[in-house]
């Protein structure tokens, strides 16, 4: 059966209040069409779960959409804190609930494996697992070490973006680093939503059965979506825009210029193709895929 | 003597840490570490194990790039790991990934960092910072941790975090050992000053200052009272004109290392 959806009908299947995994390095690889129909939808009072949040972390907050935050980092390197998530959590818009990356791997593989929970060695000595409910240490009863418990967690979405896939949900990259937004996010949560470049053949996807990275007995909706990264890199396809996240960088220290921002770029483009024209058209597409 | 600027002997001081041999991992916007391991694996240590963010074994960008956890910089890569079920099992393991080049916003005179929160209230912070990310991890998992620091100050140098977002020397003496934990700091290597940690006291210790900085303007611009080497303290060894000129020509044409540094 066929899982292929518009944008507007995959981001329906994520609820006001959901836990939404969400793929995200710093500058990489983020699912940023479906960031912009999350924030189109209005949806309201969703947690976020990263590895390392960037842009769409920033641009969920500044629209209001987050009340909580799980996860490694929020950073958009080089081009510096994402400031509208950090006033979220300054002002009390959002809790964070900080997790070092062996602990958050070991709650999304706990989750995933239907175990209640697993250990890690990482965070002991820190101040991490006394604010943190989802921690606790305990004596192995093999060896008598001290280890750190991490709850399961369970997203109720993932969401993800890649290079190919099949109308079956099916998902294929091309070689790449594969961060455990892809790795683990979708085999922990109970629904995954996959936007790629490309909509192939299964026959495609054949040649290569080892660039299969998420089956689609896994997915519930997949999206066809041209340079559904941008800003972010989908290596090797295209890199990071760089002049993108400085016009972000430098508005988004305002309210005000933040929201004309997302008007212009989030709201007003009605489809992919509007975006790609509002963010400087082909001959920029062109520049950020030469990087 | 050559010219060299803050960030060539930064370099060339982290360089010089770094064995034939040895396996190391940078992090995110850290220029200064990956110009270091570029520079060791061109000089000193051909054989330096460098995972490029985590994640790109052995790679050969052709400079130091825009990002240090992006593409290009793991250009030519022998493997790319895949973060969850390749990189955090084999650094786990203490067999493997002994060295973590990271920095942090706060560090304090045991060798605790923070990049978690400032202020005295984690769910009420004054500033949010980043997060914690892999050093959480690492500094509970007996790595080698070399800090680096491009602006010595009493505010990112303080006597005690305000959060405790990874495990140094924790209170100090034995407290990582009781606790099980293994090797921990080793090194701060900062814009003005070498740093490590007395072995008894696990206490902050200079070990050289740059020529040019004086041992007080480094304790003034320490939070809390250094520890001195035995004797006097010696001058930091400058790079060599050949360093200065791997560095410039090939490693880092592109400045960043400076811009990191806040070199004009």
Not at chain 1, 14 to 26: E, F, H
Not at chain 1, 201 to 208: I, K, P, Q, T
Not at chain 1, 243 to 269: C, G, I, M, N, Q
Not at chain 2, 116 to 136: E, N
Request: proline share 6%; aromatic share 6%; net charge negative.
């Amino acid at each position: 059966m066929s899982k292929v959806k518009t944008l507007e009908e995959a981001v329906g299947l994520v609820s006001d209040g959901d836990v939404v995994a969400l793929q995200n390095m710093a500058t990489q690889a983020a699912p940023m069409a479906l960031v912009r129909e999350l924030i189109r939808q209005e949806k309201r009072d969703l947690g976020l779960v990263c590895l390392v949040g960037g842009m769409a972390v920033d641009w969920l907050a500044a629209a209001g959409a987050i009340d909580r935050f799980i996860g490694a980092a929020v950073s958009m390197e080089t081009f510096g804190l994402c400031q509208q998530y950090r006033k979220a959590v300054e002002e009390g818009r959002v809790r964070v609930e900080e997790l070092s990356e062996t602990a958050l791997n070991a709650r999304l593989a706990a989750g995933a494996r239907n175990l209640p929970s697993l250990p890690t060695r990482g965070l002991l000595g820190t101040d991490l697992i006394d604010v943190n409910e989802n921690l606790k240490t305990f004596e192995d009863p093999f060896t008598g070490e001290t280890l750190v418990a991490c709850r399961a967690l369970v997203p109720d979405v993932a969401l993800v973006h890649a290079h190919r896939a099949d109308e079956h949900g099916n998902v294929q990259i091309e070689p790449t680093i594969v961060w455990p937004d892809l790795g683990i996010f979708p085999k922990a949560a109970r629904k995954t939503i996959v936007t790629v470049e490309e909509i192939v053949d299964s026959e495609v996807l054949r040649r290569n059965p080892d660039r299969t990275v998420l089956p689609g007995f896994r997915v519930d909706a997949v999206v066809e979506v041209p340079y559904g990264a941008h800003p972010t890199s989908l290596h090797p396809r295209y890199g990071y825009d760089a002049r993108f996240h400085l016009a972000w960088t430098k508005v988004s220290r305002d309210d005000d210029a933040t929201k004309e921002f997302l008007d212009a770029y989030v709201r007003a483009p009605a489809t992919q193709a509007d975006y790609l024209a509002a963010v400087g058209g082909s001959e920029r597409l062109i520049e950020i895929t030469r990087t | 003597m050559s010219e060299y600027t803050v960030d060539e002997i930064m370099c060339a001081t982290l360089a010089a840490r770094f064995r034939d041999g040895d396996e190391v991992c940078n992090g995110m916007a850290s220029f200064i570490p990956v110009a270091a391991i570029m520079l060791a694996r061109r000089t000193h240590a051909p054989g330096l194990v460098w995972l490029a963010g985590a994640a790109g074994l052995d790679p050969r960008p052709d400079r130091v790039p825009a990002s240090t956890l992006e593409a290009p910089l793991w250009r030519d890569s022998v493997m790319y790991l895949e973060q969850f079920s390749d990189f955090w099992h084999y650094a786990q393991n203490g067999r493997n990934l002994g060295i973590f080049c990271v920095g942090a916003a706060q560090l304090d005179m045991y060798g605790n960092a923070n990049n978690s929160v400032i202020g005295s209230d984690y769910h009420a912070p004054k500033v949010r910072l980043p997060g914690t990310a892999g050093l959480g991890d690492m500094g509970s998992l007996g790595k080698r941790l070399f800090y680096w620091n491009t602006n010595h100050n009493p505010r990112s140098l303080v006597e005690r975090v305000d959060f405790r977002s990874a495990a140094g020397y924790l209170d100090g003496g034995d407290e990582r050992e009781r606790l099980g934990l293994g090797p921990g700091p080793e090194v701060v290597v900062t814009n003005l000053a070498v740093l490590d940690f007395e072995p008894e006291s696990k206490r902050m210790r200079l070990v050289s200052v740059h020529p040019g900085a004086t041992v007080e303007q480094v304790q003034e611009a320490t939070g809390f009272e250094l520890l001195l080497p035995d004797g006097d303290v010696p001058e930091t060894t400058p790079p060599t004109d050949e360093q200065v000129r791997l560095l410039r020509e090939e490693i880092d044409p592109d400045g960043l290392c400076k811009r990191e540094a806040g070199v004009k």
